[in-house]
């Protein structure tokens, strides 16, 4: 099946600071998501963005759908950015199956 | 208010008994989605529904079980077969199965 991989596993930041989350992945997909984990574990849509790019305030993301991967910016970080990051994939030629990555922890520092 | 909305929050069953954990969701989604996470882990797909009265098995379907005789409503039972069965459940639904998932709250559920 497909494979995603992400990185860094683990980032910690300075308050203000920038940071780019990347996710791999191994094949052919027709829907990817970004969610954020927050510390209660609820899981909160960032991006459905199988391809192009979006921007939402100070995140952004970009898929380049053809070189399978997709990063994630997060720019002047705050502390409320804290949290689990995860990429979300469904392979183009799977009936429903959305399949997630290990995910990158992000701690913020004031 | 529309969303998903998954109970209890936590659950503590002894061994040997089987759970069942609630998905219920008024967005009018076909599709609904059953979610393993381990502590450190990502989310590993038990079981999936595209409409009602159909679902296929995930990549951790082995002690856990299914039904959706509405579309509304998607339990998810875990059963005294699965033999490591604290996690936190995530239950989740599209509008069908190819476009954007929402997920609920979570239930936490532990062994005692």
């Known amino acids: 099946g497909i494979q995603v991989e992400q990185s860094p596993p683990d980032l910690i930041l300075q308050e203000g600071a920038n940071s780019t989350l990347r996710c791999n992945f191994s094949?052919?997909?027709?829907?990817l998501q970004w969610f954020h984990q927050n510390p209660w574990g609820q899981l909160i849509n960032l991006f459905y963005?199988?391809?192009g790019t979006k921007q939402n305030g100070r995140l952004s993301a970009t898929t380049v759908a053809t070189e399978r991967y997709s990063l994630l910016y997060i720019s002047s970080s705050q502390t409320t950015d804290s949290g689990v990051y995860f990429c979300?994939?469904?392979?183009?030629?799977?009936?429903?199956?959305?399949?997630f990555g290990q995910g990158t922890t992000l701690q913020v520092k004031p | 208010d529309g969303g998903i909305t998954q109970s209890p929050k936590y659950l503590f069953r002894k061994e040997g008994q089987n759970v069942t954990l609630s998905c219920e969701q008024n967005?009018?989604?076909?599709?609904m989605y059953w979610y393993r996470q381990d502590p450190g882990q990502g989310l590993r797909l038990i079981y999936y529904?595209?409409?009602?009265?159909?679902?296929q098995k995930g990549d951790i379907a082995e002690g856990y079980s299914v039904s959706r005789e509405k579309k509304e409503s998607f339990p998810l039972t875990v059963t005294s077969a699965q033999k490591n069965p604290t996690a936190f459940y995530l239950c989740?639904?599209?509008?069908?199965?190819?476009?954007?998932?929402?997920f609920g709250q979570g239930t936490r559920l532990t062994v005692v």
């Open positions: 989740a639904s599209s509008v069908q199965a190819y476009t954007e998932a929402f």
């Open positions: 094949d052919s997909v027709n829907n």
């Open positions: 963005i199988p391809s």
């Open positions: 979300a994939v469904r392979g183009s030629g799977n009936t429903g199956k959305l399949i």
């Open positions: 967005l009018n989604h076909d599709a």
């Open positions: 529904s595209q409409i009602v009265n159909d679902f």
